[in-house]
């Protein structure tokens, strides 16, 4: 397992935009996979999206478009660049890691997105 310490999230007016980060660190391997879960008030936890150490993507369909999933391998961290945000992405916004093929996933301790209308 490795740490996982994220930042950027907070308020935003509807149609702007937050990038978020999340730095893996404690492990000598860079995680293969990281990406970003998010949770609204009285809703399961649902994917946003991911990105491999290769670079391979992938996104929730209603993120397509809006948010774009980058990294950069030599500083292991991850980040979320959310445009055209709608109250709907309000969220507590996780970030997890995976080190490799049978490894625990690593989560984040969350961090809040508010989107006012």
């Known amino acids: 397992q490795v740490q996982l310490v994220e930042s950027g999230g907070g308020l935003v007016q509807a149609g702007g935009s937050l990038r978020l980060s999340c730095t893996a660190s404690?492990?000598?391997?860079?995680?293969?996979?990281m990406g970003w879960y998010r949770q609204a008030p009285g809703k399961q936890r649902e994917l946003v999206a991911g990105?491999?150490?290769?670079?391979?993507?992938n996104y929730a369909d209603s993120m397509k478009g809006r948010f774009t999933i980058s990294r950069d391998n030599a500083k292991n961290t991850v980040y979320l660049q959310m445009n055209s945000l709608t109250s709907e992405d309000t969220a507590v916004y996780y970030c997890?890691?995976?080190?490799?093929?049978?490894?625990?996933?690593?989560w984040g301790q969350g961090t809040q997105v508010t989107v006012s209308s």
């Open positions: 997890y890691a995976i080190l490799g093929i049978g490894s625990r996933t690593s």
């Open positions: 404690g492990s000598i391997f860079s995680p293969n996979a």
């Open positions: 990105i491999t150490s290769g670079g391979s993507t």
